[in-house]
């Protein structure tokens, strides 16, 4: 409804908004609803990367992985604001020690440049022409090109290693062991403490086998494993820094 009045020689409009649909609007937030939003914020990073290790089927050290999936089921609303907090100093804790054992995971491949000649699985072995269990990847890629630790361990062996020619191991948490054969140089050794994407040693040819690349293993309490797994889940992520442990 428009209202026209005159006043000291002049027009002002003045509208009168009448019958209009009243629009919701959200409730103003208190500090508590805040404490609680933030805390299953952190609830659900730390459930992706319970998640992890639930798909790779292992068991971290020194976490008990059902104890902290029970965080999803608690009720934080009867909670008083001083145990809010307690929580959620309690969950930083939680997500803290989860990414200090996701460091030690092998997450990346060890090679930045490479294609798979060689799957993990039954083949036909290209030397003997034998079938046999291929227990971890062939990775092809340029001569010489660098090969890196794929997460945070201690070196167990460096040297030469029957078949798999000149070979570095690396001990990593969790009963994880990785394999590098077929080096042309080892840049590490035994007892050597490593981090994720240091260069371990060159692609080569050393030991029985058909042209330059690297054979790679993961292995979990000595079970090989499929090291396209672990890859497949490490692409999932974020970035190796967000994995590292917060530092105050």
């Known amino acids: ?9 002049s027009l002002k409009e003045i509208y009168a ?3 209009l649909p009243v629009l919701p609007f959200a409730a103003p937030r208190n500090n508590k609803t805040k404490m609680i939003q933030f805390s299953k914020t952190i609830d659900l990073e730390i459930l992706e990367l319970v998640n992890v290790f639930k798909t790779l089927k292992l068991k971290p050290d020194n976490l008990d992985l059902s104890n902290i999936e029970s965080l999803k089921n608690s009720n934080l609303f009867e909670s008083k ?6 929580e959620i100093s309690y969950r930083f804790n939680l997500l803290d020690k989860l990414k200090e054992a996701m460091i030690f995971l092998p997450l990346k491949p060890p090679m930045q440049y490479y294609y798979v000649s060689s799957p993990f699985g039954m083949r036909i072995h290209p030397k003997t022409k034998k079938k046999q269990m291929h227990k971890g990847i062939d990775m092809a890629g340029t001569w010489q090109e660098e090969v890196r630790a794929s997460a945070d361990g201690q070196v167990i062996f460096s040297g ?3 078949s798999f020619g000149k070979t570095v191991k690396i001990k990593h948490r969790h009963g994880i062991e990785t ?5 042309h140089k080892n840049l590490v050794k035994k007892g050597e403490i490593v981090r994720e994407g240091q260069i371990i040693g060159k692609m080569g040819s050393t030991g029985r086998v058909v042209g330059a690349h690297l054979h790679y293993e993961i292995r979990v309490n000595d ?6 797994q672990f890859f497949d889940v490490g692409q999932s992520l974020l970035s190796p820094s967000s994995l590292r442990p917060s530092t105050f």
């Not at 394999?179 to 080096?183: D, K, P, R, V």
């Not at 079970?223 to 396209?228: C, D, E, L, T, V």
């Open 17 to 19: 908004y009448n019958n």
């Open 1 to 9: 409804k428009l209202e026209i009045k005159e006043k000291d020689d």
């Open 179 to 183: 394999l590098y054969g077929h080096l």
């Open 160 to 162: 030469r290693n029957g």
């Open 81 to 86: 604001a001083s145990e809010l907090i307690e």
């Open 223 to 228: 079970k090989s494993k499929n090291p396209k």
